[in-house]
C-alpha cells in the first residue's frame, strides 16, 4: 500500500497532478479543498510531498489502483471519517469535498443541512445522514486553518491580477509580467498591496 508519495509535478489537472519519481509517472487524485492550497506547498524545485490515500476501485472485470493526495495527516483523517457515511465513498467524497474541511467539519457539527447538501454530489437526504452519522465525532477537524489560508490567497490572487494590468498597461508582455509577480510574491509573503507589489518587482528589476 502506498501511503505517502514526493516527486516532482509534471502536469496539473482541475483534479489531479502527475507526478514523477525515477522516471515513471503516478497519477494522484485530489480533492478540490486540497487542490486550493497546493501552490504554497511546492518546493522550488518543483517537488511535493504528499499522504496518499490508496485503494482499488473495481468495475467490471478490472481492479484499478487509485491514488488520493493530501497535504497532511489530517486532512486524510477527515477523508476517511466522511467516508465511513453508508453510500459515500471514495469517488463520492473526492467530489464532495469543495469546500474548506474546516468548514464542512464545523457544518457537521452544528447540524447545517443547507451547507451540507450545497457540497457537489450531496442532496438534502444525504446530508442528513452524514450529521446523523459524524456529529459530535469531528470536532478537531474544525480546527484546520485552510479557511483562513484560502482567504489570504484570493487576496493575493486579486493583488497580482491589479499588478499585472498596471504592468500591462506599461506595455510589458503578459508572460514577463507574470514571472515578475511571481518572483515577487514567492520572496516577500507579506505583501498586502497592489502598491506593495509593484515596488517589489520594481526593486527586483533595479537589482538585476
Do not use: W
Request: charged share 30%; with cysteine.
Amino acid at each position: 500500500m502506498i501511503t505517502r508519495i514526493c516527486g516532482k509535478i509534471i502536469e496539473r489537472g482541475a483534479n489531479c497532478l502527475a507526478i514523477e519519481i525515477a522516471g515513471i509517472s503516478y497519477k494522484v487524485l485530489m480533492p478540490a479543498a486540497v487542490m486550493q492550497r497546493l501552490d504554497e506547498n511546492i518546493n522550488q524545485d518543483g517537488t511535493i510531498s504528499l499522504i496518499t490515500f490508496h485503494y482499488h476501485h473495481i468495475e467490471s472485470s478490472r481492479s484499478i489502483p487509485v491514488l488520493i493526495g493530501f497535504l497532511n495527516e489530517i486532512e486524510k483523517d477527515f477523508f476517511e471519517t466522511f467516508i465511513t457515511v453508508s453510500g459515500i465513498g471514495p469517488r463520492a467524497a473526492l467530489k464532495a469535498l469543495n469546500k474548506p474541511m474546516s468548514l464542512i467539519a464545523r457544518a457537521i457539527d452544528e447540524g447545517d443541512v443547507v451547507f451540507l447538501k450545497g457540497l457537489p454530489g450531496i442532496g438534502e437526504q444525504r446530508a442528513r445522514e452524514i450529521i446523523a452519522k459524524l456529529q459530535n465525532k469531528v470536532g478537531r477537524f474544525g480546527l484546520i486553518q485552510d479557511d483562513r489560508f484560502k482567504e489570504e490567497s484570493a487576496k493575493s490572487k486579486d493583488i497580482a491580477e491589479e499588478a499585472l494590468a498596471v504592468l500591462t498597461q506599461l506595455e510589458y508582455k503578459k508572460q514577463e509580467a507574470l514571472k515578475m509577480i511571481k518572483k515577487a510574491l514567492q520572496e516577500s509573503g507579506d505583501i498586502q498591496t497592489t502598491e506593495e507589489l509593484l515596488n517589489k518587482v520594481y526593486k527586483q528589476k533595479k537589482a538585476g
